[in-house]
């Protein structure tokens, strides 16, 4: 079995997507993720520095690495023909500082524990060996991403 991307236009090579985050006060923003249906999301800093009203950007990071991962595992053993009952995922991190002392993400672990039948645990294995590599937010974050910024104050 080849593992083969999916063709949704999201995931095309060039397709460009945007979303925007207001400002509530403190340290709180409401994400529009600028898709129909889909409802803003509260993110926040925790403690002392904001009110921890929503995930911080780190677990925000560690939530699209995840969820890519396990998106792209379903992907495959769905191909496979392999039913997934039920599929947890955890995600273990550590922040650290760098030379200069800023905080940093050092690690991110994450385990898949999918629930499939006894008779299709070995037919897995092609997956395990493909999925990763179909996960665009894991391969990003390994490789460097390019972030440019920008500040443009208004008036």
């Not at 009952?85 to 991190?93: D, F, H, N, P």
Request: aromatic fraction near 6%; glycine fraction near 8%.
């Amino acid at each position: 079995m080849t593992a083969v991307e999916p063709k949704a236009t999201e995931v095309e090579k060039g397709h460009a997507f945007a979303l925007t985050l207001a400002f509530k006060g403190g340290y709180e923003f409401a994400v529009d993720f600028e898709q129909p249906g889909v409802p803003h999301l509260i993110v926040d800093e925790h403690p002392p520095l904001g009110a921890g009203r929503g995930p911080n950007p780190t677990r925000m990071l560690a939530t699209a690495v995840a969820h890519c991962l396990a998106s792209s595992f379903l992907f495959c053993v769905r191909k496979a023909r392999i039913d997934v009952k039920a599929l947890s995922v955890r995600v273990e991190g550590t922040t650290v500082r760098n030379q200069r002392g800023r905080l940093r993400i050092g690690e991110l672990k994450v385990r898949l524990a999918p629930e499939v039948r006894a008779e299709d645990r070995e037919r897995i294995g092609r997956c395990l060996e493909v999925f990763e590599e179909f996960c665009i937010v894991t391969q990003s974050v390994r490789q460097g991403l390019n972030v440019q910024v920008e500040v443009a104050p208004q008036p």
